[in-house]
């Protein structure tokens, strides 16, 4: 009653510092109402997608839909972590690896299909997790994906004034200077960074249909700069280097580092797939759902894999693994030989358009997991908004845009890749989870506990596995630990399959193999996330942190004001299925 009295006149928790102040002594009242508060699909659809005003047009088909999957995931990532993950861990095996981290991106891709055809809002995960597990794991998953987006975005951009100096042969210290008053990592300015992302928030306040064919413009012409370099590798490279290394002290074959190289490979390379992620943000602007989503979500996915999988033979026909440059493996293999330098440049300028492929389609997904972060009042609804005239968010966009551009500007590329990777895992994590939930426990007033009991239980024998995997020592004991934990996964989902039935069965398109496949994809996201490094996990734990006090100190009392007051939105008429199936 406490939200009731607050909003008396129509004033919320916010209009002075005495109300505000009163209001935060109910936040254990408010939170334990508010953190666990589910909302459901068809006010996903219908109530909270009315706080935007103006609807987002559906102008996408599954051919767009397959350019910004591709366009998202296929940036300049790949040629860096290629080189690296085949020199420190894989060696030639690094194909397996990338074979690997396919069928892991092509599982979570699956629990992202399904949700995305049931429910095609522009949430992505934050609704997903949000209709399943309530506001503020919603809430705490998805802040973590937009700040991971936002850096990421910010060190793609900077690395896109490297490869562009590359591509034209000129230093990348011409391109910025150093401001000496600033401190070290912070000082060096990066104007073209800058106009890039200020010149894509631009792009995409215009409108998504546009997007589309300048990501599917920009797309094609990288895609032909791979098939360039693929063709390259095979034609220059001799199949010797693919079991034989430059020194003869070096592990030789084609697994030289054994099975433990090929999944610690799998783990680093894993990261030139995240992107796909952001093509479910934008199901709440295709035309057809229940068709084109499936085919555009896992088809680029599968794509990406064949062209990551060809990509890795044909630098690993080029050189020994021992002689490759982790930093730009591709580069470095024509650099030096006669005749073949101006290969570099080409693959300078590949590495470039992929750059802002992937600029392209992140920076259309943050706005669109900001958008409706902000349609759940979380934080200020003025983030919800959708421009009438060009039915995109625009205030998302533009303030995320000018966020990321600022962090471009003075932040080293070191600093940033420091921060990224481990909340997009967490969120793959948590979405496979979801869906599980999601199948097996009915709708109502009913006990969730089965259910919650089973993926504690199976995340924490996931997570026994990876510990093993890490920090034994090799031997028959840690073969036999690793053994008894698989056994007792497999387990511990063979009861929960048998003993508890399935209460939700999807009507339109749904995840094959259910509970195996989200259980391997919470496996291999555990696995992965064991794979990361400390300094990780530090920015993950400090932006937690944050993410919380925002919650504490606004978020909930928000959502309070909201819930009390009823402008969630106005209900309208209309049933999501026929909304869903018609084209």
Same mark, same amino acid.
């Given at each position: 009653?406490?939200?009731?009295?607050?909003?008396?006149?129509?004033?919320?928790?916010?209009?002075?510092?005495?109300?505000?102040?009163?209001?935060?002594?109910?936040?254990?009242?408010?939170?334990?109402?508010?953190?666990?508060?589910?909302?459901?699909?068809?006010?996903?659809?219908?109530?909270?997608?009315?706080?935007?005003?103006?609807?987002?047009?559906?102008?996408?088909?599954?051919?767009?839909?397959?350019?910004?999957?591709?366009?998202?995931?296929?940036?300049?990532?790949?040629?860096?972590?290629?080189?690296?993950?085949?020199?420190?861990?894989?060696?030639?095996?690094?194909?397996?690896?990338?074979?690997?981290?396919?069928?892991?991106?092509?599982?979570?891709?699956?629990?992202?299909?399904?949700?995305?055809?049931?429910?095609?809002?522009?949430?992505?995960?934050?609704?997903?997790?949000?209709?399943?597990?309530?506001?503020?794991?919603?809430?705490?998953?998805?802040?973590?994906?937009?700040?991971?987006?936002?850096?990421?975005?910010?060190?793609?951009?900077?690395?896109?004034?490297?490869?562009?100096?590359?591509?034209?042969?000129?230093?990348?210290?011409?391109?910025?200077?150093?401001?000496?008053?600033?401190?070290?990592?912070?000082?060096?300015?990066?104007?073209?960074?800058?106009?890039?992302?200020?010149?894509?928030?631009?792009?995409? @306040? @215009?409108?998504?249909?546009?997007?589309?064919?300048?990501?599917?413009?920009?797309?094609?012409?990288?895609?032909?700069?791979?098939?360039?370099?693929?063709?390259?590798?095979?034609?220059?490279?001799?199949?010797?280097?693919?079991?034989?290394?430059?020194?003869?002290?070096?592990?030789?074959?084609?697994?030289?580092?054994?099975?433990?190289?090929?999944?610690?490979?799998?783990?680093?390379?894993?990261?030139?797939?995240?992107?796909?992620?952001?093509?479910?943000?934008?199901?709440?602007?295709?035309?057809?759902?229940?068709?084109?989503?499936?085919?555009?979500?896992?088809?680029?996915?599968?794509?990406?894999?064949?062209?990551?999988?060809?990509?890795?033979?044909?630098?690993?026909?080029?050189?020994?693994?021992?002689?490759?440059?982790?930093?730009?493996?591709?580069?470095?293999?024509?650099?030096?030989?006669?005749?073949?330098?101006?290969?570099?440049?080409?693959?300078?300028?590949?590495?470039?358009?992929?750059?802002?492929?992937?600029?392209?389609?992140?920076?259309?997904?943050?706005?669109?997991?900001? @958008?409706?972060?902000?349609?759940?009042?979380?934080?200020?609804?003025?983030?919800?908004?959708?421009?009438?005239?060009?039915?995109?968010?625009?205030?998302?966009?533009?303030?995320?845009?000018?966020?990321?551009?600022?962090?471009?500007?003075?932040?080293?590329?070191?600093?940033?890749?420091?921060?990224?990777?481990?909340?997009?895992?967490?969120?793959?994590?948590?979405?496979?989870?979801?869906?599980?939930?999601?199948?097996?426990?009915?709708?109502?007033?009913?006990?969730?506990?089965?259910?919650?009991?089973?993926?504690?239980?199976?995340?924490?024998?996931?997570?026994?596995?990876?510990?093993?995997?890490?920090?034994?020592?090799?031997?028959?004991?840690?073969?036999?630990?690793?053994?008894?934990?698989?056994?007792?996964?497999?387990?511990?989902?063979?009861?929960?399959?048998?003993?508890?039935?399935?209460?939700?069965?999807?009507?339109?398109?749904?995840?094959?193999?259910?509970?195996?496949?989200?259980?391997?994809?919470?496996?291999?996201?555990?696995?992965?996330?064991?794979?990361?490094?400390?300094?990780?996990?530090?920015?993950?734990?400090?932006?937690?942190?944050?993410?919380?006090?925002?919650?504490?100190?606004?978020?909930?009392?928000?959502?309070?004001?909201?819930?009390?007051?009823?402008?969630?939105?106005?209900?309208?008429?209309?049933?999501?299925?026929?909304?869903?199936?018609?084209?």
């Amino acid at each position: 009653m406490e939200v009731q009295s607050s909003n008396n006149g129509g004033h919320s928790s916010f209009s002075s510092l005495r109300v505000y102040l009163n209001s935060l002594s109910s936040t254990p009242s408010r939170l334990a109402r508010r953190a666990v508060s589910v909302s459901t699909s068809s006010d996903e659809m219908s109530r909270v997608r009315a706080v935007s005003g103006e609807h987002m047009r559906r102008t996408l088909r599954w051919h767009d839909l397959i350019g910004l999957g591709i366009g998202g995931m296929v940036g300049a990532g790949v040629f860096v972590t290629t080189g690296r993950a085949s020199r420190l861990y894989a060696g030639p095996s690094i194909v397996v690896s990338y074979a690997i981290a396919g069928l892991c991106a092509l599982l979570s891709a699956f629990c992202y299909t399904e949700f995305a055809v049931h429910l095609p809002v522009a949430g992505g995960a934050f609704s997903y997790i949000r209709i399943t597990f309530g506001e503020f794991p919603a809430f705490f998953t998805g802040a973590n994906l937009v700040l991971d987006y936002v850096m990421s975005n910010a060190a793609v951009s900077r690395s896109f004034t490297a490869y562009l100096g590359t591509a034209f042969g000129i230093s990348t210290h011409k391109w910025r200077f150093v401001v000496s008053a600033l401190p070290a990592g912070f000082n060096e300015i990066d104007p073209v960074a800058v106009v890039v992302v200020l010149a894509i928030t631009v792009i995409i @306040c @215009c409108s998504t249909r546009e997007s589309s064919k300048v990501n599917m413009i920009m797309t094609a012409f990288h895609i032909a700069f791979i098939a360039f370099v693929i063709v390259m590798g095979f034609l220059r490279g001799d199949s010797k280097n693919l079991t034989s290394p430059a020194k003869p002290e070096h592990p030789s074959g084609f697994f030289p580092f054994g099975a433990a190289g090929v999944f610690n490979g799998a783990a680093m390379v894993y990261l030139s797939y995240i992107g796909y992620d952001a093509v479910s943000t934008m199901a709440e602007e295709v035309k057809n759902p229940v068709k084109d989503i499936p085919v555009g979500v896992s088809g680029s996915v599968a794509i990406v894999t064949v062209l990551y999988c060809l990509m890795a033979v044909s630098m690993s026909m080029l050189l020994p693994y021992d002689l490759i440059d982790p930093e730009a493996p591709f580069s470095a293999a024509f650099r030096g030989s006669n005749g073949w330098e101006w290969v570099t440049k080409v693959v300078g300028i590949g590495a470039s358009f992929g750059i802002l492929t992937s600029l392209l389609v992140a920076m259309l997904g943050q706005a669109r997991y900001m @958008c409706v972060i902000g349609r759940s009042r979380v934080v200020p609804v003025w983030f919800a908004k959708i421009h009438h005239r060009t039915s995109t968010p625009v205030n998302a966009s533009s303030f995320l845009g000018i966020f990321t551009a600022v962090l471009a500007l003075f932040t080293d590329l070191n600093i940033l890749l420091n921060l990224v990777s481990i909340g997009t895992l967490f969120v793959f994590y948590m979405v496979a989870n979801a869906l599980i939930f999601k199948r097996y426990v009915p709708v109502g007033p009913t006990k969730p506990w089965p259910t919650l009991t089973f993926l504690t239980l199976f995340s924490t024998i996931s997570l026994v596995f990876t510990l093993i995997w890490q920090l034994a020592p090799q031997g028959k004991v840690k073969a036999f630990m690793l053994g008894a934990s698989a056994v007792v996964a497999i387990a511990i989902v063979l009861i929960f399959h048998f003993v508890v039935p399935q209460a939700n069965k999807p009507e339109l398109w749904g995840v094959p193999f259910m509970p195996w496949t989200p259980c391997v994809s919470i496996f291999l996201n555990i696995f992965l996330l064991g794979s990361l490094d400390a300094p990780s996990y530090v920015r993950f734990g400090f932006f937690s942190g944050l993410i919380v006090l925002v919650y504490l100190f606004y978020g909930v009392h928000a959502s309070s004001d909201a819930e009390a007051n009823g402008s969630f939105g106005v209900k309208e008429d209309g049933q999501v299925l026929k909304e869903l199936t018609e084209v």
